[in-house]
């Protein structure tokens, strides 16, 4: 897997667990065409009016972050054809989805 793409991964499990460091869910799904990543944790939340991860740099919530890191995993996933979302997650917390395409030979991209 491509060293960008495995940090925009773990960019995601890192917000998560600081969010929420004893409640995270991952689950993964997949078709042919695509896989489906869902993280969800039971922290405060994501605020869903002011994130737009792929226009710019964000004003992070945490204390020691500079904002970049939602920037950066929208960055690399949208070179691999990916996508990223955010949902508040049912009972509290918040839900990150991502959404990668499988190899295939139509889409010429390699794993």
Same mark, same amino acid.
């Given at each position: 897997?491509?060293?960008?793409?495995?940090?925009?991964?773990?960019?995601?499990?890192?917000?998560?667990?600081?969010?929420?460091?004893?409640?995270?869910?991952?689950?993964?799904?997949?078709?042919?065409?695509?896989?489906?990543?869902?993280?969800?944790?039971?922290?405060?939340?994501?605020?869903?009016?002011?994130?737009?991860?792929?226009?710019?740099?964000?004003?992070?919530?945490?204390?020691? +972050?500079?904002?970049? +890191? $939602?920037? $950066?995993?929208?960055?690399? $996933?949208?070179?691999?054809? +990916?996508?990223?979302?955010?949902?508040?997650?049912?009972?509290?917390?918040?839900?990150?989805?991502?959404? $990668?395409?499988?190899?295939?030979?139509?889409?010429?991209?390699?794993?």
């Amino acid at each position: 897997m491509e060293r960008t793409l495995t940090q925009a991964l773990l960019n995601v499990l890192h917000n998560a667990v600081d969010a929420s460091p004893q409640n995270v869910r991952v689950g993964c799904t997949w078709t042919r065409e695509h896989a489906r990543i869902d993280v969800t944790d039971r922290g405060p939340g994501i605020s869903l009016k002011t994130i737009d991860p792929g226009s710019r740099p964000a004003r992070s919530s945490k204390d020691s +972050g500079l904002g970049l +890191g $939602l920037f $950066l995993t929208h960055t690399a $996933l949208s070179h691999f054809g +990916g996508e990223i979302s955010f949902a508040d997650a049912p009972g509290g917390g918040a839900c990150v989805t991502i959404r $990668l395409p499988l190899a295939t030979s139509q889409t010429g991209i390699a794993s």
